[in-house]
């Protein structure tokens, strides 16, 4: 449903709708992603920076799922034009990705 509520850039409900859930249930990181992603594909800059910032609030042990929303906020960020920004934010998050590169194998 928050996806759905995201497609159509109605984000005021979807948050509603997140909150309402939360009430009753531990935080979501899918929801959150979702809205994040929304907002991104809406280039909403202040809105994926207040979703993004409640993530890293939530779910502060979650190092390898918040790389979605670095990877999510840097490219809000380039679709605005603010390719410094989304270039310096992406750097500056780089510890999140680092366990994502493993060993290469040498080249034969």
């Given amino acids: 449903m928050v996806d759905c509520l995201n497609c159509l850039f ?13 009430k009753s249930n531990k935080p979501s990181f899918f929801m959150n992603t979702s809205l994040l992603s929304g907002a991104r594909n809406n280039r909403n800059r202040n809105l994926s920076e207040m979703i993004y910032r409640r993530m890293k609030f939530l779910f502060p042990d979650e190092k390898q799922d ?4 670095v990877v999510l906020l840097s490219n809000m960020y380039a ?11 992406y750097l500056f998050n780089k510890e999140l990705l680092l366990p994502l590169i493993g060993p290469s194998l040498p080249s034969m």
């Fill in 10 to 22: 109605r984000f005021d409900e979807a948050q509603n709708l997140i909150y309402e859930y939360e």
């Fill in 66 to 69: 918040l790389v979605s929303g």
């Fill in 79 to 89: 679709s605005v034009g603010e390719h410094e920004l989304a270039k310096s934010f």
